[in-house]
C-alpha cells in the first residue's frame, strides 16, 4: 500500500464549479500537508501549506485536513480554465530530515 | 530569470550511454533534490542534499549518482542509460525553516531509445 494515495483522475468541470480534490495516507506521523499545482511541461509550484488539522483558505482555493480520518482535500471555488492543470498532494513528517511524500497527481480540466 | 534551472530541457539518448543532468539555483538554498516523474508514478525521490558535504540515496537511487559541486548546483548523472529510465526529471531546492516548502525547475525531458 502506497503512504499516499490521490486519484489520478482525470477530472473534467465547467467553469464555475466547485472542484474537490483529495488524497488520503497511511501514516498519522505526518505533519505538514501540501498541494502542488503543475501545469503541463512545468514543474510543481507550492499552492497551499498546512500544518496539522484544520482549514486554510487562500483566495478561491481552501486546503482541508482531516488527522483523524487521514485525509486532505483541496476545494477550488468559481473555478477557471487556467485552473486546469495536475494538482498534487504532498506530506511530510517534520523535522531536519523530513522529506516530501507525493501523491500521483490528479489532472483537472475546466471546461469554458 | 528562473530561480531553479535545468540543462537540458529535452534529451534523447540511446542505451548505454552516459548522460549528466544539471541543475542551478539563485535561491541561495542549501537543500537540493532530483526527483523522476513518470505516469501513475507521481514524483519519486533519486538523491537529495543538505548542504554540499551532503549526499543521501532516495528512494530509487539505483543507476543514478550526483554530484554537488557547490550551493547553488547539483547534477544527475546516469552511468549506462536503459529504456525504463525515460523519464521526467526534476530538481528541486527548498530552505529548511521547520517545514519542508520545496521549489522546481521546469524539467528535463528523457528519452532513451
Known amino acids: 500500500q502506497k503512504e499516499v494515495e490521490q486519484d489520478p483522475g482525470p477530472l473534467s468541470v465547467p467553469e464555475g464549479a466547485i472542484v474537490s480534490l483529495n488524497c488520503t495516507y497511511s501514516n498519522s506521523a505526518f505533519q505538514y500537508f501540501m498541494w502542488y499545482r503543475q501545469y503541463s511541461r512545468k514543474g510543481p509550484e507550492l499552492l497551499m501549506y498546512?500544518?496539522?488539522?484544520g482549514n486554510k483558505e487562500d483566495g478561491r482555493f481552501t486546503a482541508q485536513v482531516d488527522k483523524s480520518s487521514k485525509y486532505i482535500s483541496l476545494f477550488i471555488r468559481d473555478s477557471q480554465p487556467s485552473d486546469s492543470a495536475t494538482y498534487l498532494c504532498a506530506m511530510t513528517y517534520g523535522g531536519a530530515t523530513n522529506k516530501l511524500i507525493f501523491g500521483t497527481g490528479t489532472l483537472l480540466a475546466v471546461q469554458p | 530569470d528562473a530561480d531553479v534551472t535545468q540543462t537540458p530541457r529535452n534529451r534523447i539518448t540511446k542505451t548505454g550511454k552516459r548522460i549528466m543532468l544539471e541543475c542551478s539555483q539563485t535561491k541561495g538554498h542549501d537543500r537540493m533534490y532530483w526527483y523522476r516523474q513518470d505516469p501513475g508514478l507521481g514524483l519519486r525521490l533519486i538523491y537529495y542534499s543538505f548542504d554540499v558535504k551532503d549526499i543521501n540515496k532516495g528512494e530509487i537511487s539505483d543507476g543514478y549518482s550526483v554530484s554537488r559541486q557547490a550551493q547553488a548546483k547539483f547534477s544527475l548523472s546516469l552511468e549506462s542509460a536503459i529504456p525504463n529510465q525515460t523519464a521526467l526529471y526534476f530538481c528541486a531546492t527548498s530552505d529548511f525553516h521547520g517545514q519542508e516548502t520545496q521549489y522546481f525547475g521546469p524539467g528535463t525531458r528523457l528519452l532513451v531509445l
Open positions: 498546512t500544518y496539522s488539522s
